[in-house]
């Protein structure tokens, strides 16, 4: 059996209480794991617990009790200090490609810093930055240009190449297409699985869209209130979802081919008709 890259047990986050506002318990016994170069999708409504979990895997948000492990290590009370080598192997891109890069940097020294703080300089690193823009499908002039004069999709690419600049193990993507237009967002979704063949980096692609979800990952995890509700291969959870906050979420997402859609549909008034009866299966929910 192949061992987890990620190994996440019975993790609790916590919020402490701030401003007059009691604690917040966000995640609640979460238990997931990510193999090396799978994509596992973390799917649930606003406020589900989704970011959270990516935070606490990043070292960002307490966890309160449970462990998170990360190719065998366990990472759950790193000091940031401690945490430092770590960024080699576990990267992030985060949602919005205006805020992310540095403005006042150009491409390459966006680009450089990460190599640089590791010991790559000089050629080297200005050949790993050629490398980069390549794997990203930019050209090598946009090494010397400012962030400003890109798109979204390209600020995300550059994001990408910069997540990828030390050959990560593992890459915690939050919502990283969400402020992308759909067309822009196919293309870098593909750029992404390109990346995962070419190099074998394993996602957790945390997401609140379910057709996101669906082109990229391997398994799909459905947060719910703080916990996992359900989890399994994509295609599995995605097409025939068990639970029914799941069902409920996936069926009244769009799906672009229209038999499916009306399929959804059809099941969508059955699910609805069952709990309006109180049948079983269609009711009693951690959804109520
Ligand atoms: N720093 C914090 N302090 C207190 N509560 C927080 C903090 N960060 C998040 N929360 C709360 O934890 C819950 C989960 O938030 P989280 O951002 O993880 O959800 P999400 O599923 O990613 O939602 P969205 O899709 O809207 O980003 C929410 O109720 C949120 O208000």
Same mark, same amino acid.
């Given at each position: 059996?192949?061992?987890?890259?990620?190994?996440?047990?019975?993790?609790?986050?916590?919020?402490?209480? =701030?401003?007059?506002?009691?604690?917040?318990? +966000? &995640?609640?016994?979460?238990?997931?794991? !990510?193999?090396?170069? /799978?994509? *596992?999708?973390?799917?649930?409504?606003?406020?589900?617990?989704?970011?959270?979990?990516?935070?606490?895997?990043?070292?960002?948000?307490?966890?309160?009790?449970?462990?998170?492990?990360?190719?065998?290590?366990?990472?759950?009370?790193?000091?940031?200090?401690?945490?430092?080598?770590?960024?080699?192997?576990?990267?992030?891109?985060?949602?919005?490609?205006?805020?992310?890069?540095?403005?006042?940097?150009?491409?390459?020294?966006?680009?450089?810093?990460?190599?640089?703080?590791?010991?790559?300089?000089?050629?080297?690193?200005?050949?790993?930055?050629?490398?980069?823009?390549?794997?990203?499908?930019?050209?090598?002039?946009?090494?010397?240009?400012?962030?400003?004069?890109?798109?979204?999709?390209? =600020?995300?690419?550059?994001?990408?190449?910069? +997540? &990828?600049?030390?050959?990560?193990?593992? !890459?915690?993507?939050? /919502?990283? *297409?969400?402020?992308?237009?759909?067309?822009?967002?196919?293309?870098?979704?593909?750029?992404?699985?390109?990346?995962?063949?070419?190099?074998?980096?394993?996602?957790?692609?945390?997401?609140?869209?379910?057709?996101?979800?669906?082109?990229?990952?391997?398994?799909?995890?459905?947060?719910?209130?703080?916990?996992?509700?359900?989890?399994?291969?994509?295609?599995?959870?995605?097409?025939?979802?068990?639970?029914?906050?799941?069902?409920?979420?996936?069926?009244?997402?769009?799906?672009?081919?229209?038999?499916?859609?009306?399929?959804?549909?059809?099941?969508?008034?059955?699910?609805?008709?069952?709990?309006?009866?109180?049948?079983?299966?269609?009711?009693?929910?951690?959804?109520?």
């Amino acid at each position: 059996m192949t061992t987890p890259l990620l190994d996440v047990r019975d993790l609790d986050v916590i919020y402490p209480a =701030r401003g007059g506002a009691k604690p917040f318990h +966000a &995640l609640k016994k979460v238990s997931l794991d !990510i193999l090396p170069g /799978e994509t *596992v999708g973390l799917v649930g409504e606003s406020g589900s617990g989704k970011t959270t979990l990516g935070r606490a895997v990043l070292g960002l948000a307490p966890v309160s009790a449970g462990s998170i492990a990360f190719d065998g290590r366990d990472i759950s009370h790193l000091s940031r200090r401690a945490r430092r080598p770590l960024a080699r192997d576990l990267q992030v891109v985060f949602q919005d490609p205006y805020s992310s890069l540095n403005p006042s940097m150009t491409i390459e020294q966006i680009l450089a810093e990460p190599l640089t703080a590791n010991g790559v300089e000089g050629k080297a690193a200005r050949d790993r930055v050629r490398g980069l823009l390549d794997r990203v499908h930019l050209p090598a002039d946009a090494a010397n240009r400012l962030p400003k004069e890109f798109s979204g999709g390209q =600020r995300q690419r550059i994001a990408i190449a910069r +997540a &990828l600049a030390l050959d990560p193990k593992l !890459i915690v993507c939050d /919502e990283a *297409v969400s402020a992308l237009d759909l067309s822009t967002q196919a293309r870098v979704l593909d750029l992404f699985i390109e990346i995962q063949e070419a190099t074998g980096v394993a996602y957790l692609f945390v997401t609140h869209d379910l057709a996101v979800v669906r082109h990229v990952s391997h398994r799909v995890a459905v947060l719910y209130r703080g916990e996992i509700v359900e989890s399994g291969p994509g295609a599995q959870v995605t097409l025939h979802p068990e639970h029914p906050y799941t069902q409920r979420l996936f069926m009244a997402a769009p799906v672009p081919d229209p038999d499916r859609q009306q399929q959804r549909r059809e099941a969508r008034r059955e699910l609805l008709a069952a709990q309006a009866s109180g049948a079983p299966g269609g009711g009693a929910t951690a959804a109520q």
